[in-house]
């Protein structure tokens, strides 16, 4: 058998989303060192030292503070590095400051990086930033993977449960396309035990039609921007899902995410968006060719479009 070599994660960008996202890693063992860079140096430094003394509680994993060529050895980089929504603000609207972010961070990152480690962008608006992050490093799409609508398919199955009264693990729903205002819930393909929801509910005698699915879906899309506005940001979602993330990619699961990859949706040519892939040491290759409804699918041309236009108008 192989030996597996101790991981390593590095992460660009030390703030809340850097922080939490270690703190997750560092308690489920996921990674043998995590190093931290960030312009604001003794906030990495900070940072570094408090999550260092939690290793001793639950595993010898080596946490530093570093430089861009720490990237080098490591299987993946995080990026989330950027401004973060204020109350009010829209993901889009953070789009020219951490694009130009990225501009100077991902090109430092790729000089140094190993010519098979993986990119996870999480800095919003992360399909626009996933994108970024494959032109300004030189890496084919697949190994740039965004965040993408994970985190709101999470939130959906989460709110479904909640409704139904089901472990959201038993549920299995996905929301597609931006991860913003054009997201689009699957409904078609959501199902419980294998039936589709309409048809549990209904064996179920459960009271759930159009206007509870609206509302469930508007939660769902509200949710970020609500506890932006309660307590300023959103954290342990986002650490959880670039757990999970990161461990698909180091144990080579072939595990199928929601997540941003650089390709060719609805027609729309080369442009970042989230239908479920199959996450695994090469990153996220292979795309799941979902069977969508009309409405689904116009949905993602809308939203491929709105990316699209995003994207030309930064590069311009
Ligand atoms: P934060 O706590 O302000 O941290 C951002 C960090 O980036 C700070 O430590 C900055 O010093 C650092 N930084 C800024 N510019 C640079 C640079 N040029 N080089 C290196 N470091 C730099 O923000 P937070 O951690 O809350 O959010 C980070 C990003 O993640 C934002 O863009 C958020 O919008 C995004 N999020 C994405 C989520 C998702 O679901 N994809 C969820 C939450 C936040």
């Known amino acids: 058998m192989a030996t597996q070599q101790p991981v390593k994660v590095a992460i660009i960008g030390a703030g809340y989303v850097g922080a939490t996202t270690v703190y997750a890693l560092l308690l489920s063992r996921a990674a043998a060192e995590i190093v931290l860079v960030d312009i604001d140096e003794d906030r990495a430094r900070g940072e570094a030292m408090d999550l260092a003394h939690a290793a001793p509680f639950s595993h010898q994993t080596r946490v530093w503070s ?26 889009t609207q953070l789009a020219e400051t951490n694009y130009n972010i990225f501009r100077e961070i991902v090109p430092r990152v790729a000089r140094h990086a190993s010519s098979e480690a993986v990119l996870v962008v999480s800095a919003n608006p992360v399909d626009v930033l996933t994108h970024a992050a494959v032109t300004f490093s030189g890496f084919p799409p697949h190994r740039v993977v965004g965040s993408g609508t994970s985190l709101d398919s999470a939130r959906f199955a989460s709110e479904l449960g909640r409704r139904l009264q089901i472990d959201a693990a038993s549920i299995h ?73 990161v461990q698909a990619i180091v144990r080579n699961e072939n595990t199928l995410l929601p997540v941003s990859c650089v ?43 709105k990316l699209k236009g995003i994207i030309d108008s930064l590069q311009s």
């Open 66 to 91: 570093g430089q861009y060529e720490d990237c080098a050895g490591a299987t993946v980089i995080i990026l989330t590095a950027g401004a973060n929504q204020k109350p009010g603000q829209t993901r």
């Open 173 to 245: 729903a996905i929301i597609i396309g931006e991860h913003g205002d054009a997201e689009i819930p699957v409904w078609s393909l959501a199902t419980v035990s294998g039936m589709h929801i309409r048809d549990y509910c209904r064996q179920a005698d459960l009271d759930f039609g159009d206007e509870a699915m609206e509302r469930c879906f508007e939660e769902t899309k509200q949710a970020a921007g609500r506890i932006i506005g309660l307590k300023g940001a959103t954290g342990y979602g986002i650490a959880a899902e670039l757990l999970r993330i």
């Open 263 to 305: 390709g060719s949706y609805a027609g729309v040519d080369d442009v970042a968006l989230s239908v479920p892939r199959k996450v695994n040491r090469d990153g996220c290759r292979d795309a799941v060719p979902l069977l969508l409804n009309e409405e689904e699918q116009k949905g993602l041309g809308e939203s491929a479009q």
